[in-house]
Nanobody, 127 residues
Framework: QVQVTESGGGLVQAGDSLRLSCAAS????????VAWFRQAPGKSREFVAG????????YSSDSVKGRFTVSRDNAKNTAYLQMNSLKPEDTVVYYC????????????????????WGQGTQVTVSS
């Protein structure tokens, strides 16, 4: 089973950019997916963006479309979340997740598809 570890969180100002990394240990199945979720205190975990590993096709939620971009580097077994034009409401913990089975593009945003989760990385955006 793949294990994932996030890095790159921190404190930035509104309008700044930040890139999160998700390093996967173990072989990522070609048809599996890697995705980013975020969770605010007291709220459920929300899908941010994801990618099908083999094709590199990406999907993102409406709340971040145009600002956040997910990508992956096969050679480095690493996925990234590039976050631009950050807003104070983006201040939450971000989690990387990977699936150990094929994932259809139709359910990339469904957290039940993922069985490996990172420990989370805090992103804080000051106004």
């Amino acid at each position: 089973q793949v294990q994932v570890t996030e890095s790159g969180g921190g404190l930035v100002q509104a309008g700044d950019s930040l890139r999160l990394s998700c390093a996967a240990s173990g072989r990522v199945l070609s048809s599996s997916a890697v995705a980013w979720f975020r969770q605010a205190p007291g709220k459920s975990r929300e899908f941010v963006a994801g990618t099908i590993w083999s094709s590199g096709n990406t999907y993102s939620s409406d709340s971040v479309k145009g600002r956040f971009t997910v990508s992956r580097d096969n050679a480095k077994n690493t996925a990234y979340l590039q976050m631009n034009s950050l807003k104070p409401e983006d201040t939450v913990v971000y989690y990387c997740a990977a699936s150990s089975h094929p994932v259809s593009r139709l359910v990339v945003g469904d957290r039940r598809q993922y069985d490996s989760w990172g420990q989370g990385t805090q992103v804080t955006v000051s106004s």
